[in-house]
């Protein structure tokens, strides 16, 4: 006997659009000078999954997540899975360039003294005031063929400590160093961005 058949069919095209969720949080959370880490710290949530939402590399969505990050943006769960307008959403902006397209001149004879290397820590603040990780500074400073002062090696430690040698990590001097080298509009940004580290 033939089995019949059911009338109700799965959908082939999923209902939470899961790349416009991932755009949608980032914008809400980057327009209220959120981290990732500080974000998933309110829902409840690993940083991890806050972290794959927004570079879209979750294929699905949890109903557990979605009542969470539902609940700290004050949004309903048709609003988070995108089956309703969520109102007052920050424009999405396009992130400013953090590095020149080139390796700086004064850059070219390397560091050979202290004062290129503290005229390269006020640049790593500003690149990461501007946005950029350790991780992306090492990378490009080893792609210009920059030797590090007193390393082997470009690593997130070292360029850490770049900066950290002339300021001792602290808010004060770093913006102080930021200003010395005519980054007056990162050294405006500096006092946000310093929050945003803090909550990591």
Do not use: N
Not at 83 to 108: K, N
Not at 180 to 200: C, D, I, K, S
């Amino acid at each position: 006997m033939a089995q019949r058949q059911s009338s109700m069919r799965a959908p082939t095209v999923p209902l939470v659009d899961m790349a416009a969720l991932g755009e949608r949080l980032q914008r809400w959370r980057l327009g209220r000078g959120y981290s990732q880490a500080a974000l998933a710290r309110l829902a409840g949530v690993d940083t991890m999954v806050i972290s794959r939402l927004e570079h879209q590399q979750k294929p699905r969505l949890e109903v557990e997540t979605g009542a969470r990050l539902a609940r700290v943006c004050g949004w309903s769960l048709d609003q988070v899975c995108g089956l309703a307008p969520v109102p007052a959403l920050p424009a999405s902006r396009p992130p400013a360039p953090q590095f020149p397209p080139g390796m700086p001149a004064w850059l070219a004879g390397g560091l050979p003294t202290s004062t290129e290397d503290r005229k390269l820590g006020a640049h790593i603040l500003a690149w990461q005031v501007r946005g950029a990780t350790l991780t992306q500074i090492a990378t490009q400073l080893t792609a210009w063929g920059v030797q590090p002062f007193g390393a082997r090696t470009w690593s997130r430690e070292t360029v850490q400590d770049c900066p950290g040698r002339y300021t001792y990590s602290t808010k004060h001097r770093q913006r102080a160093l930021l200003l010395e080298y005519g980054f007056r509009t990162e050294a405006r940004q500096h006092a946000a961005w310093w929050r945003r580290q803090r909550q990591r």
